[in-house]
């Protein structure tokens, strides 16, 4: 016995077949922006998965409307391509991005210049909106390996080289990093989780080792990835905001953290120690 399909008439569709039916729309309108990015800045597929910590077939997935990104995954893409979030959500055609706007493909060990965007200390603030909490991102282009960058990164004993929350550092044998914070002499506790697969790390900070949270995180990114040289690397650093941190706390965390990144790049570059230094004898007064 044979059936015959018939078509639905219009204005019969069931509702909840139209909400999918939007809602794929709008991943596949996501997808293909996150698409027309990457290509737009002549990256494969593969170099921007390894970027962001994605598998290649869940990026592709993610382009052509298969699956949901998460707001963490569109942070971290909006990063590496360079745009603000929002861009994703815009009805627009993408454009290429302007030469002045692109990292040099060899900057060196301590290239600083005014088209050099990758190069200095890049803090970029994302407000709360319903995506992400707000958070201060931090970038900068070091001329060290992304190995070398990331060991450093994970050694608790040298967190007072370059962190002016954790100010002469003790660790515990657990691990557990006890620092002072030299803007106001607090406490503060660290412990450090490291991802070596991924380069990425993750700073759980806390008043106490029972309330440590992941509020800070670095992720390094080999040279290569971003056309630069294999010798270099980009380190990434990004700390959330609470909901309880108020405006003067928050702008004196920015401030910090992009101060702190340079410390990172020119101790990395130049292996100064701060700690080698004696100690000055106060003075009398005259």
């Known amino acids: 016995m044979s059936q015959t399909a018939r078509s639905p008439k219009p204005g019969n569709t069931h509702p909840e077949t139209q909400e999918t039916t939007r809602e794929m729309e709008k991943s596949l309108a996501l997808g293909e922006r ?26 592709s997935r993610i382009e052509n409307g298969h699956t949901d990104v998460s707001a963490q995954n569109l942070f971290t893409l909006s990063l590496y391509l360079n745009v603000d979030i929002t861009c994703f959500f815009r009805d627009h055609t993408v454009r290429p991005p302007s030469d002045s706007s692109l990292p040099p493909k060899d900057p060196g060990v ?33 001329g060290r390996t992304a190995e070398e960058a990331f060991d450093f990164m994970i050694d608790p004993g040298r967190m007072d080289l370059w962190s002016f929350g954790t100010w002469r550092v003790s660790v515990g044998s657990d691990g557990l990093v006890t620092g002072t914070a030299i803007y106001d002499g607090a406490q503060v506790l660290v412990r450090i989780e490291p991802h ?90 005259p």
């Open 34 to 59: 996150i698409s027309q990015l990457r290509k737009s800045r002549g990256l494969t597929l593969a170099q921007l998965s390894q970027a962001c910590a994605l598998s290649e077939s869940t990026l």
């Open 196 to 285: 070596p697969a991924r380069l990425l790390i993750d700073y759980q900070v806390g008043p106490s080792a029972d309330d440590l949270q992941p509020r800070i995180f670095v992720r390094i990114t080999p040279g290569a990835v971003i056309g630069a040289s294999g010798d270099s690397c980009l380190l990434t650093m990004t700390a959330l905001r609470t909901d309880g941190m108020d405006d003067v706390r928050w702008k004196r965390l920015t401030a910090a953290h992009a101060l702190e990144v340079e410390l990172i790049k020119s101790t990395l570059e130049t292996g100064f120690d701060h700690r080698t230094l004696p100690l000055s004898e106060p003075q009398p007064d």
């Open 110 to 142: 301590h290239a600083q210049s005014a088209a050099d965007s990758a190069a200095a200390p890049r803090a970029i603030a994302f407000q709360s909106n319903g995506l992400m909490p707000s958070a201060d991102t931090a970038s900068i282009r070091i």
